[in-house]
């Protein structure tokens, strides 16, 4: 975190919970060894446990979870050949749809740390329909959810309290590092500041997907609104 210039640059939060590390499963990195790059560079920034959370969507990556703990599996083994200082954990991104309806009346969600949280996405036009009913079923089922980047959904834009709404139904907030350095536009890094200043996020986390966001998320980690996103009260996830 510190700007000094001789001085290595620091994360500020330890766990990162929104990444796209496992090779070839999704739009995320493509081999091992750019996911080892990324992890590498991670610990240097004092994260000390990163949970990568490949896409699930119908449409897109319909991905099984029994597909994503082999490939994970397989990086594990190359995080320990690699002796990294850090532990790294699946879970996944699930778009809301009827895949990930399927998986949640299946009791068949990839979560993580001992809360069993869940990370969520949606489309960008607009908010599912039937969200809240999804994410009190989540609940009953013992998960939590968590909306990721919920700054870059245009259907936000102008009305946080819709946002605060679902934040009332325990649906925690994922906010992308990147966006305080401009990674998604104007209107993404706007809707970040505010939701900093009105202390609407519960987590942040890179959402890396190429080893070329290293230096973004670098820069991000210095700017203003990341130290005063710093000063909330963030949740960290428990791993046992
Ligand atoms: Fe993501």
Redesign the pocket.
């Known amino acids: 975190m510190s700007s000094a210039p001789d001085q290595p640059v620091r994360a500020g939060y330890v766990v990162d919970m929104?990444s796209?590390l496992l090779p070839d499963v999704d739009d995320g990195i493509r081999s091992a060894g750019d996911a080892l790059t990324c992890l590498r560079q991670f610990a240097e920034w004092g994260i000390q446990h990163v949970v990568t959370?490949p896409?699930i969507s119908q449409d897109t990556f319909p991905n099984t979870s029994a597909l994503l703990r082999t490939v994970a599996a397989e990086l594990q083994t190359h995080i320990e050949l690699a002796e990294l200082p850090l532990t790294f954990s699946l879970a996944a991104?699930y778009m809301v749809d009827e895949l990930f309806v399927k998986h949640l009346q299946q009791n068949d969600l990839l979560s993580f740390g001992t809360e069993r949280y869940v990370l969520i996405?949606t489309g960008w036009a607009s908010l599912p329909l039937q969200l809240n009913t999804w994410l009190f079923q989540m609940q009953l089922q013992g998960y939590k959810p968590i909306l990721?980047h919920p700054e870059r959904y245009p259907y936000f834009r102008g009305k946080p309290e819709l946002l605060a709404d679902l934040r009332h139904q325990g649906c925690l907030m994922q906010l992308n590092l990147m966006s305080l350095a401009g990674r998604y536009g104007p209107d993404t890094r706007r809707m970040a500041q505010t939701l900093i200043h009105d202390g609407l996020v519960d987590f942040v986390s890179s959402?890396l997907h190429h080893t070329r966001d290293l230096p973004m998320l670098e820069k991000s980690m210095q700017t203003p609104d990341y130290r005063e996103l710093c000063k909330l009260p963030l949740s960290i996830p428990t791993f046992d």
Do not use: G, P
């Open positions: 929104h796209h959370t896409h991104e996405e990721a959402d």
